[in-house]
C-alpha cells in the first residue's frame, strides 16, 4: 500500500508554505496524506532520506541547501534533473530513491497560464544558481530562440550553464530587445524587499518580467516593471505548479488545469 506520508526537506523552514499548497492539492485531488516540514542539519541530511524511506514515506520535497548534494542519495534520477544538477522531488516508491526536478515543469506552467510564449523567443536570466538552471533546462527544450544569463562571476557561470550565453550585468546596457527577463536571483525577497536586480530604466528592453520570487508577490523589480508598462508575472504560481508535479508523480494522477488554479486562488490567500 503507498505511504501517505509526506514532507519538505530543507536547513530553515519556518516560512515555507509547503505544508498548505500540498494540504490544498490533497484535499481537491480527495488524496490521502499527511505534510511535515523537516528541518535537517548538513551532516544529517543522508540518515534523513534513509528514515523517511524506512517510514514508508510516499514522498519528499527538497529545498535549500540540500537540491544537489541530496542527489548522491538517489537509486535513480530523472533526466531534467540530472541536466539541472537539483532534485526537488523524491518518489519513493518500490523501496528506492527516485528524484525529479518539478521546478521545471512549474516554471513552465507559469509561463503558459502568464500567457508568455517560450518557442522562437528570447530571455535573459539574471542570476546563474540552481533556479536558473531550471529555467534555462525548460526554456531550452520548449524551444527558446535565445537565452542569455546575467552573472557576477561569468566563468563559474559558463560552467555550470552549457549552452546559455553568458554576460556580465554591465553587458545588459548593450543588448538589443530581448522578450523576457526573469530574476533568478533572491533580490527583493522578504525581508530585504527594496532591492531589486535591475534599474528601471534598463526595463525598457523587455515585453515582459517574471520573478521567481513570491514573497513578496509585488517585488520592487516588478513593480517597476509594471511602471514601465511590461508584463509583471511573480513566482507564486511557480510555486504551486511545482507542488502540484510533485503530487503527480508521487500519486501516479494527473491533475485538471482548473484544479490547479483553484489551489493556487487558495494560497493566494496566505499571502
Request: aromatic share 8%; charged share 20%.
Amino acid at each position: 500500500m503507498k505511504g501517505t506520508l509526506y514532507g519538505l526537506l530543507g536547513e530553515r523552514l519556518s516560512h515555507s508554505i509547503s505544508p498548505q499548497i500540498h494540504s490544498a492539492i490533497m484535499e481537491l485531488s480527495g488524496t490521502k496524506g499527511c505534510y511535515h516540514l523537516f528541518e535537517v542539519e548538513r551532516q544529517s541530511l543522508s540518515d534523513a532520506v534513509r528514515g523517511l524511506k524506512a517510514l514508508g514515506a510516499a514522498g519528499a520535497n527538497v529545498t535549500i541547501p540540500y537540491k544537489s548534494s541530496v542527489m548522491e542519495h538517489m537509486d535513480y534520477i530523472s533526466a531534467e534533473a540530472q541536466r539541472i544538477g537539483a532534485v526537488n522531488t523524491i518518489d519513493f516508491s518500490g523501496g528506492m530513491c527516485h528524484g525529479y526536478n518539478t521546478d521545471y515543469y512549474g516554471f513552465e506552467m507559469m509561463l503558459k497560464r502568464a500567457g508568455i510564449e517560450i518557442k522562437g523567443r528570447s530571455f535573459l536570466l539574471l542570476g546563474t544558481g540552481g533556479a536558473a538552471k531550471a529555467v534555462a533546462a525548460c526554456l531550452e527544450d520548449f524551444g527558446s530562440s535565445r537565452i542569455l544569463a546575467a552573472s557576477t562571476n561569468q566563468q563559474k557561470a559558463k560552467e555550470t550553464l552549457s549552452g546559455v550565453e553568458i554576460i556580465d550585468y554591465e553587458g545588459i546596457k548593450a543588448l538589443g530587445e530581448i522578450d523576457t527577463v526573469v530574476n533568478c536571483t533572491p533580490l527583493g525577497m522578504h525581508p530585504n524587499t527594496e532591492s531589486s536586480p535591475l534599474t528601471e530604466e534598463l526595463l525598457s528592453k523587455f515585453d515582459s518580467a517574471v520573478d521567481l520570487i513570491y514573497n513578496p508577490r509585488r517585488t520592487l523589480f516588478l513593480t517597476q516593471a509594471s511602471k514601465r508598462g511590461l508584463k509583471a508575472i511573480d513566482g507564486l504560481y511557480m510555486l504551486v505548479g511545482q507542488a502540484v508535479k510533485a503530487q503527480e508523480i508521487w500519486n501516479e494522477m494527473k491533475l485538471e488545469q482548473k484544479m490547479v488554479d483553484e489551489v493556487y486562488e487558495r494560497v493566494k490567500q496566505l499571502l
